[in-house]
């Protein structure tokens, strides 16, 4: 072959001459740029206005930054804030939140790992009718269930504690967790299960010391899941709890919506932000993790 | 046969005991409890469950009460609005993100954060930004537009649109992401075939990849369905129902009747239609998705 | 203009990765080329260049004349036949066929009329109601073919077109493509890792490796004198066996044993002294009564026994160095039996040992 060289090249050659600033793009990140500025605008708004004073507030409108930056609200918010009855702000609740989420995200966790390697791994006669009623359970709207609940947690004496709350959690996060754990179980080669019963593993000994080792990421997943799930419920906490044992959000929706005395508008922002800081901390953290657990709610097995 | 085998009932035997939990969930909660609620809609429970039979009135009652009604149409404005805008935003969005750009993490995720936050936090927020005397509208008064009006939060009739704007901002991102795994999952030689046929980009969305996502469709479609039907606690954040009782909704419905008003019966009246509404959505979807899987084996 | 196909001076590089560099290619018209290599060697990425499917980075692409450079991939006058088949699986085979020409807003009996001379052609007549997910793969492949066929170009490009299928019917439909292109003419353009495929259907074939075409040439060619060790090794199954050793004069000189090199055809005239090697296939290995005409005759022990059913493998040491030798099936032997081989060197190669190139 004879090398043709570059000179005698005539007429288009390379790369199609494409100009940066084309009508394409302009439209394209022009729209992904309005599109952001919507979505990132409201916590822009709850950080400013938490940490502006009321008199500036007053003056001034959302979006504008502060002029000077107190914190002031923020220690309101998380100490002194009312509810209605109280007046110790959203630490009581955040603690609440904390003594209900830890537990629930363990057991729902625990016990949701185990019925999906069963499924995968331990095939029963009627397993797979169990399993799919609870997953038509998870549809079922919560109210409908929200009363018998109720008179269950009442008969066991355990209605309005912390601990009631824990088994409420437990049972409305089995559905989708099972049902993860079941399909990453499934994914796991078989030859594995079967190479530990013949080397005499039990059905706890290949959970503990095949399985779990296997499933850091889906654990991962599965702790995201719930803990901003259970960190965001609403229902249940009202529904379930005393005051005494009401959960963040309810305590910063009674804060913020109370009718009493003067609205304090950093005060409710900054107890806004403070309630959602958990679940954002986890979001901006796991990143693409977060991103896959919501897909593995979506994708049905 | 059977001679030295365990008994059937204690086969597996490790595996069984530990799925109980699953099983008392299943029969004891979802089933139990969801028959039970059906069952008490047809008495004259109050303050406390009576097994006193009523037939239908609880459920004639309900659909003479004014407030039920607005709920369910706010149901249905809210619902069509929230189905149709979350699916063409989100898909417009996967579709403009999937287009190789720049910065896609960066994008993507100030797109899906407010899907982290809980309702009552979108709730709080919006209703802030909404605020009449401080909010978007003062602003754009502000700005010299003095007879610019928009307060949705008080305004009786625009209301169920201003929490439409907090519900959309809040599981937008949702869709975006399931949307932007289906374009992903689609065979990128389609693309390449589409290119060679000289087929514009805007007509092989419309005629080939949107027709190859449906599973991720309708999936989204049962998500979305069923989240639309259980809003709850935006509302009580939002609007609290108000003004008067404009944006109220069936959840909320339910919930005042059982632990304010002391009217049992017309809460499981109320959550049952709400059950069967779920039902509607739900089951066609299960016939279509694993129906046909049962004839294959 | 002879040439269907041309490509000048094509670089494509993806970041600081160079996948194409300075390529020069010719394509006759109703030429079928094959480009054959391993996965990586930038085989499918050449194709998707000439699709215009990909931006290159330097250099031209003609094809039937014009510049096509930067054209769009619908304008080039190609058609393209992918290995997931792609398929538009909503619509049916008729649909699939039509849609690129309605889109081209071309008239409904000029559609009709090539729909009906593609579905003869390619036997899918009864399939066109049908939907992909009805068909098998080979009748996939075939509604894909018949995509390309339709738009009545010159160019076919085929991306791996038989890889996802089972090994008989991938050999079914190698002969149909072969007969296709024996009756249409068209420039056939295939991309395949398939040395058989390859060898079969191509008129000439181009080695790729790193981003280079090693070798072009006739089948024959490529199996006859490989231009390198890289072509030599990759062609022919089983590989072909390597003896390190020297060449001195017309001997090669390995172990202790010496080869004449008698009827051996140098590229540049024989070498005086260097490190060499000998590369000889399994089946050019000569047992049995044609020992006696083999200019080369020696001794090896059978190591292990490979029986295929036509032919069977013989695992042997040539003075220390792995050696296989092709047998026929009904052969008789057995595992340390001492065997009889003969060599002849005009169908052997020689290549250097640093350059690895075709002395």
Known sequence: MVDVSPSTLSGPQGPKPRKVISRRNIFLYGTLFVVAIYYALPLYVMIITSLKGMPEIRLGNVFSPPVEVTFAPWVKAWSEACTGLTCDGLSTGFWNSVKITVPSVFMSIAIASVNGYALANWKFKGADVFFTILIFGAFIPYQVMLYPIVIMLREMGIYGSLGGLVIVHTIFGMPILTLLFRNYFTSLPEELFKAARVDGAGFWGIYFRIMLPMSVPIFTVAVILQVTGIWNDFLFGVVYARPETYPMTVALNNIVNSTQGVKEYNVNMAATIITGLVPLTIYFVSGKLFVRGIAAGAVKG | ?297 | MNNSVEIKNLDLEFGSVKVLQNLNLEIGKGEFLVLLGSSGCGKSTLLNCIAGLLDVTAGQIHINGNNVTWSEPSERGIGMVFQSYALYPQMTVEGNLSFGLKNAKLPKTEIAQRIKRASEVLQIEPLLKRKPAALSGGQRQRVAIGRALVRDVDVFLFDEPLSNLDAKLRADLRVEIKRLHQNLENTMIYVTHDQIEAMTLADRIAIMRGGQIMQLGTPDEIYGQPINKYVAGFIGSPSMNFLDGRIKGREFEFGDLSIPMTGYNFVNGSPTDSETTLGIRPEHVVTGELVGNAPFQTDVTVGLIEPTGSDTLVDCELAGTPFRVRMDGQAKVSVGETLRIGLNPSRASLFDKQTELRL
């Open chain 2, 1 to 297: 046969m059977s001679n030295g085998r365990p008994s059937q009932l204690f086969r597996n035997k490790s595996a069984k005991i530990a799925a109980i939990p699953m099983i008392v969930t299943a029969l004891f909660v979802f089933v139990g409890g969801t028959a039970w609620t059906v069952v008490y809609s047809f008495t004259k429970s109050g303050l406390l469950p009576r097994l006193k039979w009523v037939g239908l009135d609880q459920y004639e009652r309900l659909w003479s009460t004014n407030r039920w009604l607005v709920s369910i149409e706010n149901l249905i404005i809210y619902g069509l609005c929230m189905l149709v805008l979350v699916f063409v935003i989100g898909f417009i969005l996967a579709a403009l993100i999937d287009q190789k750009i720049r910065f896609e993490n960066t994008v993507r995720t100030i797109i899906l954060y407010p899907y982290a936050l809980s309702f009552v936090v979108t709730g709080l927020v919006w209703q802030w930004i909404l605020n009449p005397d401080f909010g978007i509208q003062s602003i754009v008064q502000g700005l010299g537009w003095e007879s610019f009006a928009f307060d949705p939060l008080y305004n009786a009739d625009i209301a169920i649109f201003g929490v439409l704007i907090a519900g959309l901002w809040q599981g937008s991102g949702l869709v975006m992401v399931l949307m932007l795994a289906g374009l992903r999952g689609v065979d990128q030689e389609v693309w390449k075939a589409a290119r060679i046929d000289g087929i514009p980009a805007w007509k092989t969305y419309i005629f080939i990849v949107i027709p190859m996502m449906r599973p991720v469709f309708i999936t989204t479609l049962v998500l979305v369905v069923t989240g639309i039907v259980k809003i709850y606690d935006l509302i009580v954040a939002q609007t609290g129902g108000g003004p008067g009782v404009s944006t109220e909704v069936p959840a909320k419905y339910v919930y005042d009747m059982m632990f304010r008003a002391n009217n049992l019966g017309q809460g499981f009246a109320a959550s049952t239609m709400m059950l069967l509404t779920v039902a509607l959505v739900v089951i066609p979807w299960a016939i279509l998705e694993f129906g046909g899987s049962k004839n294959r084996g």
